[in-house]
């Protein structure tokens, strides 16, 4: 008996020391798998931080790139002529004009009285303080030209930008954005207040301030036609419109008598916007602004469009050879980008509590969205359609001169946002319905909407909300 407990002690004791063991090797290895996890966590950690860094860096690449693009895209759109000096003083000699005879120009000289007629804008805070106090005290020659050339010198001439010889005569002059797509709120009087990019400068006759010119060979070799004629058909646009494609098809009236100009539209709210003009075909806001610099404004750069090759329909743009522009300099190209994102970083200006009915426009809104069924084009919140965002003429109930002068041959649906800067004028590209109201009725006929006068008004009080 004896010796067989010590054999189960023995046998007891070895198995004990077996799971000992075997408990001492998987506390080894449980320690071990947490040191190797911890491990794999850890780096895992790390790389997770250094790609949180990296996206980090990069995040800020592009925040400084937008803030960059911003800047310069506003000193572009403000001030940058894009070389077409050589048009509008070269060519047109506008600097001689504004100047006058006794300034060692020709003609009676452009007096900032003459200027702000003709729609010019001034820049409040690129006046010095003590010439603001010279103005009001009266002690400013409002009548004199040497008076506009300081304010030219100043940068404070909406879209004009000058350059002066060293004894102080008027150099040369060109045009920027500015000069149609940029307004003024009047705070120091009317004409004269603090910049507002991007809204459309209604009062702006820019047909007047081309006949200011002492030289119209230009247009009149473009046109193939005679000076009388130029005269004619400049002097009909009138405030706030210009005929961006004159120079493309040579038309300078409508078939039924009236000026083929149409109103300058807003450059604000067009982000997320995809045909940018009146029109459809001509592309977006940096097509259009390449177009505009290159052909309208006169300036120094590269511009390629097939389309106006087409002698049938474009048969001035394709005799001067517009469908393949390309000048010896490109005073353009390299600004496009940053003028493009600059332009889709303004917003449209949102209307004042008190200059609509609350509590009509809330109402105005459910019939916009339902029985007038306006937002089936005017999507909101671009209130224009995603995508191409056309129309032919019979969709809208209009004529379709305007439409046939474009790629598509359409109209654009025009983003409704910030209506109320631009009610000078009237609505429709050329500004054939004075009032908002007559836009509605005339929809309210086309399309047979049957809404009662009181829906016509809330409506209104709507669009004047947005």
Known sequence: MNGKNRNDKTNSLISLAKVIKLAVILVFVAFGFGFLTKGIWSQSERTNKERDQKETSFDSQISNNAQQMIAEGRRIFRFDTFGDKAFWTDKLKLHQAIEGSKLGGVGPGVSPKTALSVGLKVDMDALPESLVQQIKAGKIDLDDPATT????????????????????????????????????????????????????????????????????????????????????????????????????????????????????PPAFGLAGVNNHTWTGGWGTVTYWNAFVANLEMGGQGVFFDERLNNAAQYPVAARAGFGNKRSGADMITSKLAALHFYQLAIPAPIPSEDSYDRAAAMRGEKIFNGKANCAQCHVPPLFTEPGWNTHKATDIGIDDFQANRSPDKTYRTSPLRGLWTHTKGGFYHDGRFATLLDVVNHYNDFKRLKLSEQEKRDLVEYLKSL
């Open 149 to 264: 050339l300081a304010l030219i010198k100043l940068d404070a001439v909406l879209g004009m930008k000058g350059s002066f010889n060293s004894n102080g005569s008027l150099k040369s002059v060109g045009l920027s954005c500015a000069v149609c797509h940029s307004n003024v709120d009047d705070a120091f009087m009317p004409g004269v207040g603090h910049r507002l990019d991007g809204w459309a400068n209604r009062d702006l006759n820019s047909g007047a301030i081309i006949l200011l010119a002492p030289d119209l060979s230009a247009f009149t070799k473009l046109l193939n036609t005679d000076e009388a004629t130029v005269k004619k058909v400049l002097a009909a646009w009138g405030p706030g419109k210009f005929d961006a494609e004159l120079n493309l098809d040579g038309k300078g009236f409508r078939p039924d008598g009236k000026s083929a100009a149409t109103l300058i």
